[in-house]
C-alpha cells in the first residue's frame, strides 16, 4: 500500500516503490504507455475485473502514484521543434534570488522543465521554441530580464536521441 502524500512522514521513494505489487506497476506501466486505454481494456490486460482495476487505478491516483494524465503533443506539428537547453548562474546564493528567479522561470516562454542543478550552473532550463530567430527573440526580451542572473548558457539540441515520460515501472 502507497502512503498518500499527506500522510508521507519520512517515506523514501524506494519504500514506496516496494509497496506497489506486480499488478499495480503493470497497470502503471500500461497506462504510460496508452493513458487512453478504457478501464474495461485495462483490466483485460492485468487479469482483473474491470471493478478491482478501477479501484487499483483510482487509489493510485489517490495515493499521488498518478498525479495527473495529460497528451502528450508533437512539437513539430505546433512548431516548436528546436530544443534548447539553457545554464544558468545566479549572482548570489540566497533563498530570496532563488526564490525570485524560479517565479520568473516558470513564465518563460516555451519553458517545459527548470531544475536547480549542482555543479558548473545553479539551474538547467528546457525550452521549445519554432528556430533560432524565435529563440533570440525570447532570449532578448524575457531571459536577459530574469532576476539575479549573472550568466546564461544556450545549449541548442541538434538531434533527438531519447525523450520519454515513463518512469521505469
Known amino acids: 500500500m502507497v502512503r ?6 519520512g517515506a523514501e521513494p524506494d519504500d514506496q516503490w516496494a509497496e506497489l505489487d506486480r499488478t ?15 478501464n474495461v481494456a485495462l483490466a483485460e490486460q492485468v487479469n482483473l475485473s474491470p471493478a478491482a482495476c478501477l479501484r487499483r487505478v483510482e487509489k493510485l491516483k489517490r495515493d499521488g502514484v498518478i498525479s495527473r494524465v495529460v497528451a502528450h ?4 506539428q505546433l512548431q516548436a521543434g528546436m530544443v534548447v537547453l539553457i545554464g544558468v548562474v545566479l ?6 534570488s532563488f526564490a525570485a528567479f524560479e517565479e520568473a522561470a516558470q513564465k518563460v516562454s516555451g ?12 539551474y538547467f532550463m528546457l525550452v521549445r521554441t519554432r528556430d533560432s530567430q524565435s529563440f533570440n ?12 542572473v549573472r550568466q546564461i548558457r544556450s545549449f541548442m539540441g ?10 521505469l515501472v
Open 4 to 9: 498518500s502524500k499527506a500522510v508521507r512522514t
Open 24 to 38: 499495480d506497476r503493470r497497470i502503471l506501466k500500461l497506462l504510460q504507455d496508452d493513458a487512453t486505454l478504457s
Open 73 to 76: 503533443l508533437d512539437p513539430e
Open 91 to 96: 549572482d548570489r546564493s540566497t533563498p530570496e
Open 111 to 122: 519553458c517545459m522543465e527548470c531544475h536547480v542543478v549542482t555543479g558548473e550552473f545553479d
Open 137 to 148: 527573440r525570447l532570449h532578448a526580451e524575457q531571459l536577459l530580464y530574469l532576476p539575479g
Open 158 to 167: 541538434l538531434r533527438q536521441v531519447v525523450s520519454t515520460h515513463k518512469v
